[in-house]
C-alpha cells in the first residue's frame, strides 16, 4: 500500500494522471492552471517560492480509486469498512518530516506558497491541510479546515460549521486557554478522505484510514505540542487556536458550491514551530474542485446508511459534479418491489442539502448519464412519479433560499424533488428490453482499419 503523497504521485504519473510543468509559473496562475486540467497538475518552479505546488490531487473519485487501489464505484463501501473495522496508529520516532525544524522566533508563513486562488478572496490560504487536535475528553481528531494568512506567524481558521475540533476550541475558549493543534500539509489521499469524513466523536479519522489501508498509520509526535500528526506529511505547523473566540474577520473564500462565500469572524492561530521534508511539496487544494472529490464519497456512505436503516437494497449510488457532488444523488435499487423508488425518495429528502434525488432499476449503470436519462424518459409519469415537498431544512449556502434574509439564527428551508424513474408496475422488464448488436464485445472498428 502507497504511504505517502509522493507514492501517490508515482501511481498518477504510471496512470497517466499527472502532468508535470518545469516552466517558471505566476502564484496568482497557479489556480487557474490546475483547474484547467482533469489531471493532477505538479507546478515545479512557482516564482518567489523554493518548494513545488501540486495541485488536483483528490479532483474525482478516479483519482482516489488510484489511492486506495480500488474501483471508483468501492469507495464509499471502503470507507464504510474501515469506518466499522477502524485500525488503531503507531508511533515511529523519526522522519523526513523532521528534516528542517523552524523555532517560533524564525516562523515566516509568507516563504509557503499559499496563494490567493480566486479574484474575491480575502487573501492566500492553505486549504489542504489536516488538522490535528487531542481534548482530555473526546480524545483525538482530525479534520480538514481552512486557514487565512495574516502575519508572518499568525492565520486564521474556519471554526464556523460544527465539528470535533471546533468542540475541542470552544470548550478551550470557555476556560481561556489556548487550543494545541497541529496541521499537516501534503498527506496521501487516504489520510484526507479519513479526515473528510464525519466520524462520531470519539471515532479517531486516523483510525479509521488505517482501516482502508489495511494497516496502521505511522505517526510522530510534534516538537513543542501535545499532538502527532502523520510521519509521511510534507510540512507541518505546530499551532495554538488563540482564546479570541469569534472576533476575527476571515473570507471571502471560494465555497464548495463555486461561489465566494461572505466574510466570517473566526479565531486567530498562532504558529509556534514549523517541521516539514528539505525538499518538502506543498499540496494546493484547489476549490471547489479536490472537495467535490472528496465529498462524494462520504455523501454516498451517508445515504447508503439512510437507505439500509429503512430496508431498502441500494445497488450502486452517486452524487454528481453538476450539483457540486452536494445536492443531488442517482440512486439504483435492487430489484425494486412497488412503492420502494417513491420510499427511497423519502427517506433522502431528510439529507442535509440534498434537493434532486433520481431512483432507477438496477439495470441503469448510473454513472452512465445518458442511461440515467433514458430510464426518466421512458419509465417515469409526472403527474405520478414526481415528488415534490417544500419547506425542507436547507444549506445556507444556496442562493435560491434567501438566507440574508432570513432572522438572525432561522435556518432557511427548501423544496425538494425526487423523480422515480424505476419501471412502472405493471410494466414487464422486457418492455424495456434494449437493442444489442451481434457480438459487440468482440467486433472492432479498429481491427478493420489499415
Known amino acids: 500500500m502507497q504511504k505517502g503523497v509522493r507514492d501517490f504521485l508515482r501511481i498518477l504519473e504510471q496512470n497517466e494522471e499527472l502532468v508535470v510543468v518545469n516552466k517558471k509559473v505566476n502564484p496568482l496562475h497557479v489556480s487557474a492552471l490546475i483547474s484547467d486540467s482533469n489531471k493532477a497538475v505538479l507546478l515545479r518552479d512557482v516564482d518567489g517560492y523554493d518548494m513545488p505546488i501540486v495541485g488536483g490531487l483528490v479532483r474525482d473519485t478516479r483519482k482516489i480509486a488510484l489511492g486506495l487501489e480500488c474501483r471508483h464505484d468501492e469507495i464509499a463501501q471502503r470507507l464504510s469498512n474501515a469506518i466499522q473495522n477502524p485500525v488503531e496508529t503507531v508511533i515511529v520516532k523519526d522522519a523526513p518530516l523532521k528534516e528542517i525544524i523552524i523555532g517560533e522566533k524564525d516562523i515566516d508563513l509568507t516563504l509557503l506558497p499559499q496563494i490567493m486562488q480566486h479574484e474575491k478572496d480575502g487573501g492566500p490560504y492553505i486549504g489542504s491541510g489536516v488538522q490535528f487536535a487531542v481534548h482530555e475528553t473526546w480524545g483525538k481528531d482530525a479534520g480538514i479546515y481552512r486557514h487565512m494568512f495574516r502575519t508572518q506567524n499568525t492565520m486564521g481558521v474556519d471554526f464556523n460549521s460544527p465539528n470535533d475540533i471546533r468542540l475541542f476550541y470552544s470548550d478551550a475558549y470557555e476556560k481561556g486557554k489556548p487550543l494545541e493543534m497541529a496541521v499537516a500539509i501534503g498527506l496521501h489521499p487516504i489520510e484526507l478522505l479519513a479526515a473528510d469524513c464525519s466520524a462520531a466523536t470519539g471515532l479517531y479519522e486516523m483510525t479509521i484510514a488505517g482501516g482502508l489501508r489495511k494497516e496502521p498509520v505511522e505517526m510522530i509526535p510534534c516538537e513543542t505540542i501535545d499532538v502527532e500528526v502523520p510521519a509521511n506529511a510534507e510540512i507541518v505547523l505546530e499551532c495554538e487556536v488563540l482564546p479570541t473566540g469569534w472576533t476575527t474577520d476571515e473570507g471571502r473564500y471560494g465555497e464548495f458550491h463555486g461561489i465566494s462565500g ?107 448519464d445518458e442511461q440515467v436519462r433514458w430510464a426518466v424518459a421512458l419509465r417515469m409519469q409526472a403527474d405520478k412519479d414526481v415528488l415534490i415537498v417544500s419547506n425542507l431544512q436547507a444549506k445556507h449556502v444556496d442562493p435560491s433560499v434567501r438566507s440574508s434574509e432570513l432572522p438572525k439564527g432561522q435556518m432557511p428551508t427548501t423544496s425538494k424533488m425526487g423523480i422515480d424513474a424505476t419501471i412502472p408496475v405493471g410494466i414487464p422488464r422486457k418492455a424495456y428490453e434494449r437493442l444489442q448488436y451481434f457480438n459487440p464485445d468482440n467486433v472492432h472498428l479498429s481491427d478493420y482499419l489499415d
Open 262 to 368: 461572505d466574510v466570517k469572524k473566526n479565531p486567530v492561530v498562532k504558529v509556534k514551530t514549523i517541521t516539514r521534508r528539505k525538499d518538502a511539496i506543498f499540496h494546493s487544494l484547489i476549490m471547489p474542485w479536490e472537495v467535490y472529490g472528496l465529498g462524494a464519497p462520504n455523501r454516498e456512505l451517508q445515504a447508503y446508511n439512510i437507505l439500509k436503516a429503512v430496508r431498502l437494497r441500494p445497488k450502486a449510488i452517486r452524487t454528481t459534479v453538476g450539483s457540486c457532488n452536494f445536492f443531488e444523488l442517482i440512486v439504483a435499487l435492487d430489484n425494486p418491489k412497488p412503492g420502494e423508488g417513491k420510499a427511497a425518495i423519502t427517506a433522502l429528502m431528510a439529507m442535509m442539502g440534498v434537493k434532486l434525488i433520481t431512483v432507477v432499476d438496477d439495470d441503469i449503470d448510473i454513472y452512465d
